[in-house]
């Protein structure tokens, strides 16, 4: 049984989310939203649920934490076959059986674009450590970005 939401199809029996032909990009936005009807869908409730979201808090006035689409079990996505280039980029797309979102497809390369952007860094490397702040801050200051507009202002 399958329920669509364009351009993908949630195939329940087989967990695949598949995407439609002539679809080579994916934002994780928009796979979210289907992923939110599908499993409200009267074809959706009958099943676990195929993914979750996280991200879009807001931090300030127009600015939000870019969003991670986790797909659940064996959930994955799967482009059609073909010889090309496929990209999942706008957030960040995790989970999957063995932690690989992206189900193989002759001929297709994914590019799985993902940003570390909004992330908390701990010291230790792991959870339960300490926040060093000061290496937080010496990190984004390093940033080729932060260095660019540093540059610009003539402050370094």
Partial sequence: M????????????????RVDAGVSDVICLDLYTAI???????????????????GLVTLGPGVEVGITVELLGNWQLQFPAGNYVARVSGGNLVGGPGGDPIAYTAGV???????????VVLSG???????????IA???????????????LGLK
């Fill in 138 to 152: 010496n990190a984004v200051w390093a940033s080729p970005l932060a260095l660019t507009v540093l540059k610009f």
């Fill in 36 to 54: 939110k009807e599908a499993q409200s869908s009267q074809e959706g409730i009958l099943y676990e649920h195929l993914g979750s979201g996280s």
């Fill in 109 to 119: 390369q994914v590019l799985l674009i993902q940003s570390a952007a909004s992330t």
């Fill in 2 to 17: 399958s329920y669509y939401v364009a351009p993908f199809t949630f195939d329940f029996a087989a967990s695949l989310i």
């Fill in 125 to 135: 490397g792991g959870s339960g450590g300490t926040v060093d702040n000061a290496a």
